[in-house]
């Protein structure tokens, strides 16, 4: 189960680098609308995503 759940927070970690990469490139999902909440969910996105990597790698 709590494997499934880490999975499940790196998928969403990702899912939200990209939205925040694509408004950066082409401003559709979010309308462009501050560049500097793009940049802290790309951030926060690498963090959780390496967080969730680095426990994955723990429970094997």
């Known amino acids: 189960m709590s ?3 880490v999975v499940a927070a790196m998928s969403l970690a ?3 680098g990209a939205a925040a990469l ?3 490139i082409t401003s559709v999902p979010f309308g ?3 560049i500097a909440m793009d940049i ?3 951030i926060a996105a690498a963090i959780v995503g ?3 990597y680095e426990t994955l ?3 094997k």
């Open 57 to 59: 790698g723990e429970m």
């Open 14 to 16: 990702g899912l939200v």
């Open 3 to 5: 494997k499934k759940v």
């Open 40 to 42: 802290t969910f790309l």
């Open 22 to 24: 694509i408004d950066l």
């Open 32 to 34: 462009h609308i501050s």
């Open 50 to 52: 390496y967080m969730a």
